[in-house]
T-cell receptor
């Protein structure tokens, strides 16, 4: 079964450093997303991406965050200057199209900011 | 986003059917009903979704009330691996998923 692949599985970074989380969505999917889950809390939406541009973003997704699809396969989330409160599991998801199946999530990257 | 209401927790015995309810009285005509589950230390996993008619797939069945104000996820024979948090989410096509607290399903051997 096709998978969404995320790397690395765990990233430790110092506060103030830039971090890039990488995702390879399912190859024929058109919609891409980032979500995060702080330990013990709900899964929260960050951003959706379609047709090479952001289609929706949450209030969490401020100027410190950016997304990119640099080639036909990767989808990245960059946090410019990490804060302690950015520590969370970050999940990438992709979807084939509107009303076509569900969202497929990756297994996540655990980001720890120290 | 239209709101859903689910019980905080449910218990089942292995190999018995499980019916997980969800109320969504403010659902709009364009809202799809999605179900996801999250096993411990894993990402959410798609289970099933529907609009108006009941749906079946290899994982589960989704029964949607005629007025669409409630739905039920049915696991036909629970296994220990089905122990997870189950989320009922309303979403219009292509838009974000808004996760609530979900229902923690415990499966007893």
């Amino acid at each position: 079964e096709p998978e969404v692949t995320q790397t690395p599985s765990h990233q430790v970074t110092q506060m103030g450093q830039e971090v890039i989380l990488r995702c390879v969505p399912i190859s024929n999917h058109l919609y891409f997303y980032w979500y995060r889950q702080i330990l013990g809390q709900k899964v929260e939406f960050l951003v959706s991406f379609y047709n090479n541009e952001i289609s929706e973003k949450s209030e969490i997704f401020d100027d410190q965050f950016s997304v990119e699809r640099p080639d036909g396969s990767n989808f990245t989330l960059k946090i410019r200057s990490t804060k302690l409160e950015d520590s969370a599991m970050y999940f990438c998801a992709s979807r084939l199209g509107q009303a076509l199946g569900g969202y497929t999530f990756g297994s996540g990257t655990r980001l720890t900011v120290v | 986003d239209a709101k859903t209401t689910q019980p905080n927790s449910m218990e089942s015995n292995e190999e018995e059917p499980v019916h997980l309810p969800c109320n969504h009285s403010t659902i709009s005509g364009t809202d799809y009903i999605h179900w996801y589950r999250q096993l411990p230390s894993q990402g959410p996993e798609y289970v099933i979704h529907g609009l108006t008619s009941n749906v079946n797939n290899r994982m589960a069945s989704l029964a949607i009330a005629e007025d669409r104000k409630s739905s039920t996820l049915i696991l036909h024979r629970a296994t220990l691996r089905d122990a997870a948090v189950y989320y009922c989410i309303l979403t219009t096509s292509g838009s974000r998923l808004t996760f609530g607290e979900g229902t923690q399903l415990t499966v007893n051997p």
